[in-house]
């Protein structure tokens, strides 16, 4: 059985940091390309960031130069650094894995809510 668990979500103040991690099991996570997803408040759910099998990354426009993404295949785990955050980075964050070879073969976390408010 696949899981992905985000956790790390919360309340921090404008300006703020948090650290999502999102623990993988039943994959075999060095295998799967990794994404931060996101969907605020009346709003679509969007890509915030991936890597790759080879630890190539990518960042949505609005978070870059404050979010870093970064994986651990030691620890079945991928990371979202948040730094200088914004009441508009409030949102749910979801995780996303998607087999490198096979798109077919994707799965998704639950979501962890983040809240930017002073």
């Known amino acids: 059985q696949v899981q992905l668990v985000e956790s790390g979500g919360g309340l921090v103040q404008p300006g703020g940091s948090l650290r999502l991690s999102c623990a993988a099991s039943?994959?075999?996570?060095?295998?799967?390309?990794m994404g931060w997803y996101r969907q605020g408040p009346g709003k679509q759910r969007e890509l915030v960031a991936r890597?790759?099998?080879?630890?190539?990354?990518g960042y949505a426009d609005s978070v870059k130069g404050r979010f870093t993404i970064s994986r651990d295949n030691a620890k079945n785990t991928v990371y979202l650094q948040m730094n200088s955050l914004k009441p508009e980075d409030t949102a749910d964050y979801y995780c996303?894995?998607?087999?490198?070879?096979?798109?077919?073969?994707?799965?998704w976390g639950q979501g962890t809510q983040v809240t930017v408010s002073s």
């Open positions: 039943g994959i075999i996570f060095r295998l799967y390309n």
């Open positions: 890597i790759t099998t080879s630890d190539s990354t």
């Open positions: 996303n894995a998607v087999h490198s070879l096979r798109s077919s073969m994707a799965y």
